[in-house]
């Protein structure tokens, strides 16, 4: 079995182990306060100790505290809220006194209990007991909303944020207080406002009063202990205990799975063992580990597929290797990842904390420049040989396949994506939204259609008319969620539509686009396919963010200059009549009058040699008009198109034309361009005017490059399941053509070929 079989063959393994299960990380904070000064309380701590230890036996990561005073509780509370992982749950039990603020018989919008911490005030004064501890909204809105940080008026400070979907408060201090006037209700009564995914557990019934215990756990540690210690799952054991109760949740079904677990501590990074495996960093961002193995990027040919969206022609197959495994973020960053990692928050537009970022800007031609803070921030935390960037787009589509190579990481059926994504459905086109703005209004951007969405699908639904919360939809096979739709998620690959990690044009730094992959809320169904490829241009929308990858760090690749082989010639023909002399090193030397031709060139590849490129180098010669390299009488020449065809080796049959993927020359200026003499246009052309005398070259690639950048992947181009590209072999005969739009001809030149990898 070869080398790419064998690493297919593990992927699948590896898939096959691994399920799509939608369980999330679990963090509790219990709090047991017993030594209050007067009426100390005897269970807070042993109560506090057994739930967080019966939490700890369902996956929980428990932090435990007991007697806080009002400072250190809000502390601990703080610091609880930001160490929930994105999606999480966070759930706090307090045991301890706790006392109602009501303001009437009716629940009102501020009417609370308060956590009563053990240096509380006066209890005679109930108008102060909102500071004697933090209030049950306090507590629940910390965990949703709120902030660990304060703004600063006039600097921009980092706002650390909790990551939890979900937030529970378990309250275990429904006792008798004495020192409060007779006036005060016993007992807890119902709050008036919840914060949002909220579920508030209560031991005891509105209005009710318990026993404390003074030996063993309380009545409700108990119950809540021994439901923990069953084999039902989470969501029905939250569901049954407890006396009194209030929600804001739609349901407690995403508890039903077992709690996620990281493979290591937020300090330490490791390989992960299988796809799938899932690591959080230390600012509470989950990521999944896509293990080393080998996929077939693309969709080939246009003509294959059905719809008319579907017509690109940019996703070309090749046949990819990731030699080792890489960390890949389980969600889209976001606006909580910004917050925490970015002073500046302008880069998203909604309010919901685990909505992604979706203001990517293109500005400058440097799509990286917003998050290149970020990345830097991130990297000061990891351990040295690890390194957070920006997915390329092999990277990017490897772990949104997921060992699949359908359309969809679910499949072919498009009709499919309104259960696993979010995308212009009929949510959005019934909607009368105008976009994902938050308090602002937003211009529609690109596509311009008739009517705002009226190109959206008018029967499928997904439910989300603009932005959804990140996982929100089934994960792929390795736990990556939002994979299809939501936003469009941009790479660190420069856009060119046959895939090469070159500059477009010699000496150009910065490309001027940038690849997307998956699709946006404002995309069709065939834009979220797995292969489509985006373009972030030089415009700020509000459908384009990313994710973020972590990847081992290599020893940088010492640049390798490649070894060119001579074509020589066994045959020239010409249009014109012209003539040639064909040396021993390949040198062709043109003579005869300079007439508008066509040189074609016969030869065979070298022993030995699978061509990944061909370079033409123009000699100047002092016989030619200015010493050349053309014949013009300025020495200039304008190939306007190169071509090439490959034969089987040893084979009759007619070569077969080869379309080249890149051009790149040593000297071009604006109208003479290498890319122009592979374009098809008779009008343009490669041209060196203005460097008579001078030898240039220029390269065409014939493969894509084997290595593409950091992330360590070996391109193997053409795919073995390519239907029509033409694999250049030792030994195959080949046909090379040169096309001048003019008189202005070559007048000496060589031809090479090499195996090697090009760099610019």
Not at 117 to 142: C, E, I, N
Request: charged share 20%; net charge negative.
């Amino acid at each position: 079995m070869n080398r790419f079989a064998a690493a297919c063959g593990a992927v699948f393994v590896a898939l096959a182990v691994c399920g799509a299960a939608r369980a999330e990380f679990r963090h509790a904070l219990v709090i047991g306060n017993s030594a209050y000064e007067g009426e100390a309380l005897s269970s807070p701590e042993r109560d506090a100790k057994a739930v967080g230890e019966a939490l700890r036996k369902r996956g929980f990561a428990v932090t435990e505290a007991v007697n806080l005073g009002v400072e250190a509780m809000r502390e601990a509370v703080a610091n609880f809220a930001v160490a929930v992982p994105t999606r999480g749950t966070a759930l706090v039990y307090f045991a301890g006194y706790c006392l109602p603020t009501p303001r009437g018989p009716q629940p009102a919008p501020n009417q609370d209990t308060v956590l009563l911490a053990v240096d509380h005030g006066d209890l005679a004064k109930p108008w102060q007991f909102s500071s004697y501890g933090m209030t049950a909204r306090q507590v629940l809105t910390q965990l949703a909303t709120e902030f660990r940080e304060k703004p600063v008026p006039g600097k921009q400070v980092l706002r650390r944020q909790g990551g939890s979907l979900t937030n529970v408060l378990i309250l275990d201090g429904c006792y008798k207080l004495s020192g409060l006037k007779p006036e005060m209700p016993r007992g807890l009564l119902q709050s008036g406002t919840l914060a949002p995914e909220s579920l508030a557990i209560y031991a005891a019934a509105f209005g009710e009063t318990l026993e404390p215990a003074q030996e063993g756990l309380s009545p409700f540690a108990q119950q809540l202990v021994s439901e923990l210690e069953t084999l039902k799952p989470l969501d029905e054991v939250l569901a049954t205990v407890g006396g009194g109760r209030e929600s804001s949740l739609g349901d407690l079904s995403r508890l039903a799975e077992p709690a996620s677990q990281s493979v290591s501590a937020p300090n330490e990074v490791k390989a992960g063992g299988k796809a799938g495996d899932e690591w959080v960093n230390g600012l509470g961002m989950v990521f999944c580990w896509c293990p080393p193995g080998s996929f077939t990027i693309g969709a080939g040919p246009p003509d294959s597929r059905q719809s008319p969206w579907d017509e690109q022609h940019d996703e070309i197959l090749a046949d990819i290797e990731f030699p080792q495994g890489f960390w890949i973020g389980k969600y889209e960053c976001t606006l909580r990842d910004m917050r925490a990692a970015m002073t500046a928050t302008h880069r998203s537009v909604g309010n919901h904390k685990l909505i992604p970022m979706n203001r990517v800007s293109f500005r400058m031609y440097d799509w990286r420049r917003d998050f290149e803070g970020m990345i830097e921030k991130l990297n000061e935390t990891v351990p040295e040989g690890w390194g957070y960037d920006m997915p390329t787009e092999a990277e990017w589509e490897y772990a949104a396949r997921a060992g699949s190579q359908t359309a969809y990481a679910f499949g072919d059926d498009p009709a499919e994506l309104s259960r696993h994504g979010n995308f212009a459905d009929r949510t959005l086109r019934e909607s009368a939204t105008k976009g994902e703005a938050g308090d602002r209004s937003l211009i529609q951007t690109p596509p311009h259609y008739t009517g705002l969405f009226s190109y959206a699908h008018d029967s499928w639904a997904d439910g989300h008319a603009t932005l959804a919360v990140v996982g929100s939809y089934p994960p792929n096979a390795w736990g990556l969620h939002d994979v299809h739709g939501n936003v469009a998620e941009v790479t660190s690959t420069p856009y060119h539509p046959a895939r090469v990690p070159l500059p477009i044009y010699a000496g150009e730094k910065t490309p001027r686009e940038a690849v997307t992959k998956g699709g946006s809320w404002l995309s069709v169904a065939s834009y979220c396919r797995s292969a489509h490829r985006g373009r972030l241009v030089c415009e700020e929308e509000q459908h384009e963010g990313l994710r973020l990858v972590l990847r081992k760090k290599g020893a940088a690749s010492p640049r390798v200059e490649p070894t060119w082989t001579p074509l020589v010639p066994t045959r020239f023909t010409s249009t014109a009549a012209a003539e040639a002399a064909i040396a021993a090193d390949g040198t062709v030397f043109v003579t005869g009058k300079p007439l508008k031709a066509t040189y074609v060139l016969e030869a065979v590849v070298p022993n030995g040699i699978a061509p990944r490129a061909i370079r033409l180098e123009v000699l100047a010669d002092p016989k030619l008009p200015a010493s050349g390299p053309g014949r013009a009488g300025n020495g200039t020449f304008q190939l306007g198109e190169f071509s090439v065809r490959f034969g089987p080796p040893g084979s009759s049959e007619a070569p077969t034309p080869t379309t080249f993927l890149h051009a790149l020359a040593d000297y071009e200026y604006t109208y003479g361009r290498s890319a122009g003499a592979i374009d098809g246009k008779p009008e343009t052309f490669w041209s060196t005017m203005g460097s008579a005398g001078k030898d240039h070259a220029a390269l065409f690639l014939v493969r894509l490059p084997a290595r593409n950048g950091e992330d360590g992947a070996e391109w193997r181009h053409p795919s073995a399941s390519s239907r029509d590209a033409m694999f250049a072999a030792s030994g195959a005969p080949l046909v090379i053509t040169l096309d001048h739009p003019s008189a202005a001809t070559l007048g000496k030149f060589r031809l090479s070929v090499t195996e090697d990898d090009v760099a610019p």
